[in-house]
């Protein structure tokens, strides 16, 4: 039997949603985008729009100037909770709000949650004035990357007597069916300010965006080496669908959202066109393009 939801108030029939937005420093990005260009210092607003018509409040004995739109973020990690409501506009025939939220960089960390809806007062009971009528378009953004999930470490490499790289990533996989948290380390130099910087949470965009570029590079470059010395006859990409928390994962996800392909036609390029490799990257990573 499939499950039914009761709920205690009258609820709107038919509301005219947009998807949610996000706009950081006037350009509207994807959330998919955001974990990359995010930091202490971000400022990023969230916005949605509903239209109601004004006979469905009737329909239901609700006083549609009581209406407001609420949208509301929420951060597990950080005990972060914000919401912004606003007042419905009048037209002919309906009602429409554009509900807006800005929220800041140091407020919050790893994910947070966006809800939105539509509350009223129910006039069957004047006590209260905020029952939910519509809950409109959710999301759970993601504020890291995807690919920095693996363990770290932060150190001095002219200590060590390690050539003066900004960082380097050390990998142990022998197969790409290995677990990429516990296949890759990063390793981050403190001897520059730009990556104190970045340990810190306040990196320059440019220097984040370069390292996303660097991990991709090896984690293709990984995942291709392996290949062509292994004898299973699947694709790379299909070792990626069936070990989600592989390295073969890992590189398939990097490829489509920075190379805009497969993880197997990156492997291709890598071997046979590096030239296009290095320049799809550029492009995917939006590296000089960020301000």
Known sequence: MSKVIFYPFPRLQSVQWTDLSADMDGETYTF???????????????????????????????????????????????????????????????????????????????????STAIIASVDDQPWLRRGVLA?????????????????????????????????????????????????????????????????????????????????????????AGIKFSSNDSRSAEEVGTEAPNSIASAASRASQQYLNCSLDSAIGMYFRQPDLFDYKLLTGSDLYRIK
Not at 154 to 172: G, H, I, Y
């Open 32 to 114: 998919e985008q955001l974990p990359d260009l995010w930091d202490s210092n971000s400022e990023v607003t969230f916005r949605v729009s509903a239209a109601v018509e004004k006979v469905l409040f009737e329909s239901i004995d609700t006083d549609y100037a009581s209406a407001r739109l609420i949208i509301e973020v929420t951060c597990r990690d950080t005990a972060y909770s914000l919401t912004e409501e606003v007042a419905f506009t009048r037209k002919v025939d309906a009602i429409d709000a554009t509900a807006e939220i800005t929220i800041t960089g140091s407020a919050v960390s790893e994910s947070i949650e966006i």
């Open 135 to 223: 809950e409109g378009p959710t999301a759970r953004v993601a504020l890291n990357s995807d690919l920095v999930g693996f363990p770290t470490s932060a150190f001095s490499f002219e200590e060590e007597q390690l050539p003066a790289a900004p960082w380097r990533l050390t990998v142990t996989a022998e197969d790409i069916e290995a677990p990429f948290a516990h296949s890759v380390r990063l390793e981050l130099n403190e001897d520059f300010q730009v990556v104190r910087e970045l340990i810190s949470g306040k990196a320059n965009p440019s220097v984040h965006a370069e390292l996303v570029s660097s991990i991709t590079r090896v984690l293709v470059g990984t995942v």
